[in-house]
Each structure stands twice: as C-alpha cells, then as structure tokens.
C-alpha cells in the first residue's frame, strides 16, 4: 500500500476535505449562475429544475418528501413547485396515502423539459475530456457522500 493508498490523518484529512469544500461552492454558485443564464432558453429556474429532476429521478412526492430530500424548506419548495405547475411542468393529483399532502408528479412537458436539459448539461460535461477516469468519478463521489453524511449527523455544539 503506497502513502496515497493509506486513510489519512484526522487533522490530514480535515485539511483535505476543507480543500474540497473550497472547491464545491464555487463550482455550485457557478453552475447555479450558469443554469440561471440559460434559464430564458430552456425555461426552467434553478429551483424549478431540481423539483422536476427530483421527480424525475424518484416519481411522485410530496412538498414535504422533496424539501427534506433536498434539505430545503418547505416554503421554498412549495413556491418551485407552484412555478412549475403555472407552467405546466408538474401535476398535482390526489395522495391515497395522505389526504392533506398532495403529491406531485412530473406532466409530459415536464418530462421533455428535463429531458432536453439534462442532454444539454451532458453534452456541456462531455466536454470535461481530459485523463479523468472511473476511479476518479468513484472516489469523488464517494468523498461527496461522507461529506453529506457528515454535515446532516454532525452535531456542532
């Protein structure tokens, strides 16, 4: 096992992932800034485009189930969600298992909407190219989800 193979240090380690967080919200605000600038073009906001690629992904939910999914309030997600509905990107339809929380589900415009933006944003990463390979994606990822594992089980006081 080489130096680089080895788990690191707690205080290497913390140093480490404070690179990484460095490196995550740029990349974030930019992407975000990014989605924003196209968003005249495509239609979608930033907020409306995760409700529709969260539905896209998992199905129907609830307000509820996508805030705490993607750890954001409520309200916000109810306003993404009325936004999306205005355009008629999602449906609301009744929930047999919850009366007073309607689920919502991804329309045919919504599914296309999505569609043709997430092959939009995948012919933009495409371009990354370069000597990345699997492991690499793996091990990002894989240091990405601690972090998350970490932040929502952390207690800071």
Known sequence: ??????????????????????LVGPLYRRAQRKVEQDAPAQGLSVGVRAVLNLLRAHGPMTVPQMGRTQALSRQFVQRMVNDAAAQHLVEIVPNPAHKRSSLIRLSHEGEDAIDALIAAEHAVLRQAGGD???????ACVRVLTRLLELV??????
């Open 1 to 22: 096992m080489t130096d680089t193979d080895r788990p690191l240090a707690p205080d290497d380690l913390a140093y480490r992932l404070a690179e990484v967080f460095d």
């Open 152 to 157: 929502d089980h952390v207690d800071v006081n």
């Open 132 to 138: 990345l390979t699997e492991a690499d994606i793996t």
